[in-house]
């Protein structure tokens, strides 16, 4: 496998786009935390689960939910057949339906 060299110019598109894509994953963590907004608002934002929610480890989600911490997440990710270490893009089709009907998410 050979890596291409990127210029300056497309380094930084890429470094700014990272950026961009964790501050938005790190404000959908705590409006989740504070209750501004619910599971079912989220995945139901097609663009914003394309964008930014398929990235991000279903342990971060559910741990995000208000009254959960790591723990708690872990026992439902184990109760559901889920790996803490999957993302939420990478769920099985049986994964994504338990993990929905767990959650309400219609």
Partial sequence: MTFTNLSDEA???????ARLVRKKQSE????????KTNMNKLFNDHELFENYIAGMKVLNIV?????NGK???ARVLEELNISPHKKMGGLGKNQKENFYKYFNIT
């Fill in 11 to 17: 380094r930084n598109k890429g470094l700014k786009k």
């Fill in 71 to 73: 723990m708690h997440a």
């Fill in 63 to 67: 741990s995000s939910l208000p009254g």
């Fill in 28 to 35: 959908i963590k705590e409006q989740l935390k504070k209750g």
